[in-house]
């Protein structure tokens, strides 16, 4: 992008070229882009947006001030422009997607496609992924439009900036932008442990990153052109080829956004005096060239990504993956060559037409999505059957800190002598044992993420929006207090402890452990886990009641959900049996770790392991649908009828009942 010339102001004499900025949009979108493809060379590649915010608060900061200094700032302009910049390339992207997603996503993803679509082209997106975010509501690796609140974002922040920087006299600009940096982190840093999804999609908590490259455009000369910031630049540089490959693990956006949001602004500020950074290498004109092709790179990869992704129902191969990134980068390279840059450089010349066909296509990309769902319907409702199996009732999926005792929404009597107690796969596991149970009475106290273990709990090393330290902690908390709550309740005789029992063995976590004077993260251990849960077995005994252990049920990390119904939708699918059934090979391979665990922790604490794979499975296989009706909704929870079939039909509820103790 070319930056304008600012004639006679002193803080706006700046190259009309700057190929240090390309560089940059270059690693930020590469970053992004091997994150996406989940490779292991970015483990923090998402921090590539951040870089984004920054490059860009500066270029249009420093546009709209240049032209409210010379008098020829026109609002009418400015959006007309960012139109013919931006929406050419998306709405080719978006048609595209659209017309591409009923080869390859499911029903839930396809509906929510319609509110994606609406929020692309309302630059409302982040709102949209907002509401959809959460642990039931769709991976968000399956949502194709995904990528576009980031665009949203800088979007919302551009329909304040122009009227901020116009009507707020020329001398508050530092101070009026500066104020709103620090209130927007002030809040980010806040809210991110507490809400991390509202930290991450929103925009008053976004605005600090943009505001950081607009306050770099609104400093005065002798600041900018400093010879310290042209001495930071390697340093600076350096922040930003190192935090994305070795983060800190906090929240996010939080303190590796903040390093390198900073560094970015040096490094774009640093620029602007003395001699470029940047070599004549291959390497280097590779990464300019990026920069070019950023915007439709960006645009391009995640649709192309999700489709491969959708495709394998098990994880998408390494080849797959290049091949994505491979086309993904042709495409880019088609998409700007042929309708990125036409348009930005003014092929089209009557705005007038310009904005009735932008606001046609508009209108077709929100229609179309509606129209191929309904095309596409079958009589089986997949969106229904797949739905999010919260057990009893969607109130007894727990929040941190929220637990004041088991309500009368997630009891199926008045005195329920059962209560099953863990994650999401509790929940599910309580919807098969309503009927069974009858009189017997069933309560459920359970927090997705949040394994049933006492003193310790589990959270990812790599930064997470939402299961982070801050929410392990309100695990541990959640735990505590449900131990109470068995302490003090003279009905309940039995308590169920389930879980997944997989995730928390994995070797990108950290155990939250509480000790005396505080909290510890220690690596994770299969005998540190065993004990955590040996402990909670101690303790429900300790309160008087009798106890039993209820494992997963079969797995092997296939979506057995999207399976079933990709096959009866005849989508593209590869990798996967033609019934969707486990075998009994790859499930002792996938659940060897979680056999181990448990079998450990009945030696422990001298409890029976209940498990339902005498019933779902024989000497070859594990039945994923019964009677045509799916079991699961996805890799590994049940679906509320498939739930009700395994409680209906096995033992379950009586092998509870007989091997607590």
Same mark, same amino acid.
């Given at each position: 992008?070319?930056?304008?010339?600012?004639?006679?102001?002193?803080?706006?004499?700046?190259?009309?070229?700057r190929?240090?900025?390309? +560089?940059?949009?270059?690693?930020?979108?590469?970053?992004?882009v091997?994150?996406?493809a989940?490779?292991?060379?970015?483990?923090?590649?998402?921090?590539?947006?951040?870089?984004?915010?920054?490059?860009?608060?500066?270029?249009?900061?420093?546009?709209?001030?240049?032209?409210?200094?010379?008098?020829?700032?026109?609002?009418?302009?400015?959006?007309?422009r960012?139109?013919?910049?931006?929406?050419?390339?998306?709405?080719?992207?978006?048609?595209?997607?659209?017309?591409?997603?009923?080869?390859?996503?499911?029903?839930?993803?396809?509906?929510?496609?319609k509110?994606?679509?609406?929020?692309?082209?309302?630059?409302?997106?982040?709102?949209v992924?907002w509401?959809?975010?959460?642990?039931?509501?769709?991976?968000?690796?399956?949502?194709?439009? /995904?990528?576009?609140?980031?665009?949203?974002?800088?979007?919302?922040?551009?329909?304040?900036?122009?009227?901020?920087?116009?009507?707020?006299?020329?001398?508050?600009?530092?101070?009026?932008?500066?104020?709103?940096?620090?209130t927007?982190?002030?809040?980010?840093?806040?809210?991110?442990?507490?809400d991390?999804?509202?930290?991450?999609?929103?925009?008053?908590?976004?605005?600090?990153?943009?505001?950081l490259?607009?306050?770099?455009?609104?400093?005065?000369v002798?600041?900018t052109?400093?010879?310290?910031?042209?001495?930071?630049?390697?340093?600076? /540089?350096?922040?930003?080829?190192?935090i994305?490959?070795?983060?800190?693990?906090?929240?996010?956006?939080?303190?590796?956004?903040?390093?390198?949001?900073?560094?970015?602004?040096?490094?774009?500020?640093?620029?602007?005096?003395?001699?470029?950074?940047?070599?004549?290498?291959?390497?280097?004109?590779?990464?300019?060239?990026?920069?070019?092709?950023?915007?439709?790179l960006?645009?391009?990869?995640?649709?192309?990504?999700?489709?491969?992704?959708?495709?394998?129902i098990?994880?998408?191969?390494?080849?797959?993956?290049?091949?994505?990134?491979?086309?993904?980068?042709?495409?880019?390279?088609? /998409?700007?060559t042929?309708?990125?840059?036409?348009?930005?450089?003014?092929?089209?010349?009557?705005?007038?037409?310009?904005? +009735?066909?932008?606001?046609?296509?508009?209108l077709?990309?929100?229609?179309?999505?509606?129209?191929?769902?309904?095309?596409?319907?079958?009589?089986?409702?997949?969106?229904?059957?797949r739905?999010?199996?919260?057990?009893?009732?969607r109130?007894?999926?727990?929040?941190?800190?929220?637990?004041?005792?088991?309500?009368?929404?997630?009891?199926?009597?008045?005195?329920p002598?059962?209560?099953?107690?863990?994650?999401?796969?509790a929940?599910?596991?309580?919807?098969?044992?309503?009927?069974?149970?009858?009189?017997?009475?069933?309560?459920?106290?359970?927090m997705?993420?949040c394994?049933?273990?006492?003193?310790?709990?589990?959270?990812p090393k790599?930064?997470?929006?939402?299961?982070?330290?801050?929410?392990a902690?309100?695990?541990?908390d959640?735990?505590?207090?449900?131990?109470?709550?068995i302490?003090?309740?003279?009905?309940?005789?039995?308590?169920?402890? +389930?879980?997944?029992?997989?995730?928390?063995?994995?070797?990108?976590?950290?155990?939250?452990?509480?000790?005396?004077?505080?909290?510890?993260?220690?690596?994770?251990?299969p005998?540190?886990?065993?004990?955590?849960?040996?402990?909670?077995?101690?303790?429900?005994?300790a309160a008087?009641?009798?106890?039993?252990?209820l494992?997963?049920?079969p797995?092997?990390?296939?979506?057995?959900?999207t399976?079933?119904?990709?096959?009866?939708?005849?989508?593209?699918?590869?990798?996967?049996?033609k019934?969707?059934?486990?075998?009994?090979?790859?499930?002792?391979?996938?659940?060897?770790?979680t056999?181990?665990l448990l079998?450990?922790?009945?030696?422990?604490?001298?409890?029976?392991?209940?498990?339902?794979?005498?019933?779902?499975?024989d000497?070859?296989?594990?039945?994923?649908?019964?009677?045509?009706?799916?079991?699961?909704?996805?890799?590994?929870?049940?679906?509320?009828?498939?739930?009700?079939?395994?409680?209906?039909?096995?033992?379950?509820a009586?092998?509870?009942?007989?091997?607590?103790?």
């Open positions: 992008m070319a930056i304008l010339d600012g004639g006679d102001s002193p803080r706006r004499q700046v190259k009309e070229f190929p240090d900025i390309q +560089a940059l949009r270059g690693l930020a979108v590469l970053l992004v091997l994150y996406h989940e490779l292991p060379l970015a483990s923090a590649g998402y921090l590539g947006v951040d870089i984004f915010f920054v490059i860009s608060g500066f270029l249009i900061t420093r546009l709209i001030s240049q032209g409210i200094e010379a008098g020829r700032f026109s609002f009418r302009q400015f959006y007309y960012r139109a013919k910049r931006l929406l050419p390339a998306s709405y080719v992207v978006i048609a595209l997607t659209v017309l591409a997603a009923p080869y390859f996503v499911t029903e839930l993803e396809l509906e929510q496609l509110a994606q679509a609406l929020g692309a082209v309302t630059f409302t997106t982040n709102l992924l509401q959809q975010s959460g642990y039931f509501d769709g991976d968000a690796d399956n949502k194709v439009l /995904l990528h576009f609140w980031s665009l949203a974002i800088e979007e919302q922040y551009y329909l304040v900036l122009p009227t901020l920087l116009f009507f707020v006299p020329r001398q508050a600009w530092v101070a009026t932008t500066a104020g709103v940096l620090l927007s982190m002030t809040l980010c840093f806040y809210l991110a442990p507490q991390p999804s509202a930290a991450f999609y929103l925009l008053p908590t976004r605005a600090w990153e943009l505001s490259g607009s306050l770099g455009a609104l400093l005065p002798y600041v052109y400093s010879r310290p910031l042209s001495l930071a630049r390697l340093p600076a /540089l350096l922040i930003l080829l190192t994305p490959l070795y983060p800190s693990g906090s929240f996010h956006p939080g303190l590796d956004a903040l390093l390198v949001c900073t560094a970015t602004l040096v490094v774009i500020l640093g620029g602007q005096r003395g001699a470029s950074l940047l070599g004549q290498d291959p390497i280097t004109a590779t990464i300019v060239w990026l920069g070019d092709i950023s915007y439709s960006y645009l391009v990869h995640w649709p192309v990504i999700v489709f491969t992704r959708a495709a394998w098990g994880e998408a191969p390494s080849y797959a993956m290049t091949i994505a990134i491979v086309l993904s980068l042709a495409l880019s390279w088609l /998409l700007y042929f309708v990125e840059s036409p348009f930005h450089k003014g092929f089209a010349h009557d705005p007038q037409r310009v904005v +009735a066909g932008l606001i046609a296509a508009s077709m990309i929100v229609a179309t999505p509606i129209a191929i769902g309904r095309a596409t319907a079958t009589g089986t409702d997949y969106q229904h059957l739905r999010a199996n919260y057990g009893i009732d109130s007894c999926s727990h929040k941190a800190y929220k637990f004041e005792g088991v309500t009368k929404d997630c009891r199926t009597t008045l005195a002598k059962v209560l099953i107690w863990g994650d999401s796969y929940m599910a596991w309580a919807s098969a044992l309503i009927r069974p149970l009858g009189k017997v009475g069933l309560e459920q106290a359970t997705s993420a394994d049933p273990l006492i003193g310790m709990a589990r959270f790599q930064a997470d929006e939402r299961y982070n330290r801050a929410y902690e309100g695990c541990l959640f735990h505590l207090r449900v131990l109470d709550y302490r003090h309740n003279e009905d309940l005789e039995v308590v169920i402890a +389930a879980a997944r029992f997989q995730t928390i063995l994995s070797s990108g976590n950290l155990m939250l452990v509480k000790e005396k004077d505080g909290y510890a993260a220690r690596e994770v251990t005998e540190l886990v065993a004990h955590g849960l040996a402990r909670l077995v101690m303790s429900v005994r008087g009641k009798k106890v039993v252990v494992a997963p049920p797995a092997n990390g296939m979506n057995i959900g399976c079933l119904e990709r096959r009866a939708k005849n989508r593209i699918t590869f990798d996967a049996p019934d969707c059934s486990i075998s009994l090979e790859s499930l002792k391979a996938y659940r060897a770790e056999w181990a079998e450990r922790v009945s030696e422990l604490a001298d409890v029976e392991v209940v498990d339902t794979q005498d019933f779902l499975c000497e070859v296989s594990c039945k994923t649908e019964i009677d045509g009706k799916p079991l699961y909704r996805d890799a590994g929870h049940l679906s509320y009828v498939g739930a009700a079939l395994i409680g209906d039909r096995s033992r379950l009586s092998d509870i009942l007989q091997k607590a103790r």
